[in-house]
């Protein structure tokens, strides 16, 4: 009797272990799973010099191309480049070639020189009579037009140019007068109104910008 006792008891002792060693073996078990393919943008950046005013630096040379700032563009035209130093304003095709054109940016005091210091640039797409430039046509005749491209100068002025106006000199001529603060303007954003309404450029005076002036 004492054995068969002792039989059972090893018996019931082998299958507690049995199942506790199941309950372990079947524990969670993390693992690492593989994820689909990533298509990721590559962090490498190939830097092409288009123009520059030192010899050997871009695939292109422009003496004028001095300390540039502001760039703008005409639907389907070249890129105008407000060149600060340089005291012009100088044009570029897509691959940095120059073109022919090189427009002369006056102070105020000296409307033939070269003296300007072009900041901003802007196409001017505001109404026919905003930003007029005066002086002669092609014919010897004085004409007040609307200027295509408008500049900001350090001085505070803020000068334009139309072809149809001095097209001998390429000069661009004062639209607005300096300003009483003597600001310095730098971006020179450009505002229009409602059809039919003035348009509007402002200065920022040490870099930041200036609400526009409602006209309408």
Sequence with gaps: MRGLMRSLGKMVSTSSSRRSRSRRGSAYCPSLECLEGRCL???NVLQTNLVSDLP????NLDSHLVNPWGIATAPGGPFWVSDNNAGV???????GMPQKLVVSIPIPGD????????TGTVFNIGPANSFEVTGFNGAGNSVSVKSVFLFATEDGTIVGWNPGVNPVTNRALT???PST???ITSPSPIRT????RSSKAWPSP???LRRPIRTD
């Design 111 to 118: 409307p033939t020189g070269t003296s300007g210091t072009p």
């Design 181 to 183: 603060n003597r600001a």
């Design 193 to 196: 109104s409602k059809p039919g």
């Design 89 to 95: 304003s100088t044009l570029y095709d897509t691959s």
């Design 41 to 43: 943008l590559s962090g």
């Design 206 to 208: 040490t870099g930041r």
């Design 175 to 177: 639209a607005s007068s």
């Design 56 to 59: 050997g630096v871009a695939a």
